[in-house]
């Protein structure tokens, strides 16, 4: 048997080396028990968010490749890490920290012991690390995306990436999943089945379930009962129209669009409330306005309209409304350009306009993440996770 200390400290310095880490602490350890077995935690420290044969691992742990299969296998099917099979080859890998091996447990909804325990243990652990590790770099790795309907106005051009409907029709397939924040967290009641995770499938890459999203091309690896990673009933494929309605339900209960920071090819859509999401809470409770990427737009307010009501103080999860005088006042430093007080001013007052300075996103999760690691100071062969995203 493997030296249980051991092996979940191994497995967790293995992690930390991404570009979205996990600093080592006993409660980072007690999540990666839940996760992992001490034989599935030994087998996954010698691997890596790059891609190995169960060969290559094998020889690393002095095992067999017949050995460790249904293991490695085993950890695909519970969505711990991933695997797939090009030709005669089955390659393994880990999950980015974020999105992947964070969310994967709480994609079905489900709210088990284990789950609540796990839900708890994620929520200390932010405060005692891993915020400063999500917020660790100068570059967000997601964005705020206004209210489509409120940033089309007068001749201004928006541009794909600023526009979700141009998001969602820029992908191959549109999954919906559980919110992994709040059915993690529980701090409010906002909708759950509300997050969007975006497919783009790679040349030659079939319509797998969504478990395979943002991989290279080739099979997913099969468990003995023949399902792939996670269960497909665990996430629903989505026309576009039924996209934009997940979306449209998002804006009225209050939440914000948050892209992945890139222009082409981005991972997910989540929709954010300032008390669970743990990108968000870099704002919400560490004032850290870096924490999302603002959009290029802000909200402005036409101060002979207002009537100082202050239904939008409500509205703005980002607290960069004030009444002063009786009339609504944007802190330009604190708006994120979401546009949600725009949907719940009753008299027009207020609008967003686009900002002076504009800012122009990573291209693909590829340029992204390769910023994330140099202002990390991180090693860039981790980057070759990313090189799949490229092309097209």
């Known amino acids: 048997m493997p030296n249980k200390k051991r092996v979940y400290v191994a497995l967790a310095e293995e992690i930390n080396r991404q570009p979205i880490g996990a600093p080592l602490t006993d409660t980072f350890l007690e999540i990666l028990e839940i996760l992992f077995t001490a034989e599935e935690a030994e087998i996954a420290s010698c691997m890596a968010i790059t891609e190995r044969t169960d060969a290559e691992i094998a020889q690393r742990l002095g095992r067999t490749a017949e050995e460790i299969e249904p293991l490695l296998i085993g950890m695909v099917a519970k969505g711990r890490i991933r695997g797939r099979q090009t030709g005669d080859k089955r390659l393994f890998s880990h999950y980015p920290m974020l999105p992947g091996l964070y969310e994967n447990p709480f994609v079905p909804g489900v709210r088990t012991e284990e789950i609540v325990r796990l ?143 890139v222009q082409r090819r981005p991972a997910f859509i989540c929709n ?25 737009y802000i909200a402005t307010v036409d101060e002979s309209l207002c009537i100082g009501c202050e239904d939008c103080l409500g509205r703005c999860q980002v607290k960069a409304i004030t009444i002063d005088k009786q009339t609504a006042a944007i802190d330009e430093g604190k708006c994120l350009g979401c546009g949600l007080c725009v949907s719940k001013c009753g008299v027009d007052a207020i609008t967003l306009r686009r900002r002076v300075e504009l800012v122009v996103p990573p291209e693909t999760p590829y340029d992204l993440y390769e910023r994330v690691l140099r202002e990390k100071g991180r090693d860039m062969s981790q980057l070759a996770a990313w090189e799949h995203f490229r092309h097209k």
């Open 119 to 261: 839900g708890k243990l994620w929520d200390k652990y932010f405060g005692e690390g891993w915020l400063a590790e999500l917020h660790g770099s100068k570059t967000p790795i997601t964005r705020a995306v206004p209210v489509e309907e409120h940033a089309h106005h007068g001749d201004i051009e928006i541009l794909p990436y600023e526009s979700i409907t141009d998001i969602i029709k820029g992908v191959d397939a549109v999954v919906v999943v559980h919110c992994t924040c709040r059915t993690a967290m529980r701090k409010c009641d906002s909708p759950v089945d509300i997050c969007l995770g975006l497919v783009t499938f790679d040349e030659g890459m079939p319509v797998t379930p969504p478990t395979y999203i943002g991989q290279p091309a080739g099979e997913p690896v099969l468990h003995e009962h023949g399902a792939p990673g996670i269960n497909p009933g665990e996430a629903r494929f989505l026309t576009v129209e039924e996209a934009l309605q997940v979306a449209k339900r998002a804006e009225e209960a209050g939440l914000i669009h948050c892209v992945e920071n």
């Open 272 to 296: 954010c409330c300032p008390c669970c999401c743990v990108l968000m809470r870099g704002i919400s409770q560490a004032g850290l306005p870096h924490s999302v990427a603002h959009s290029n």
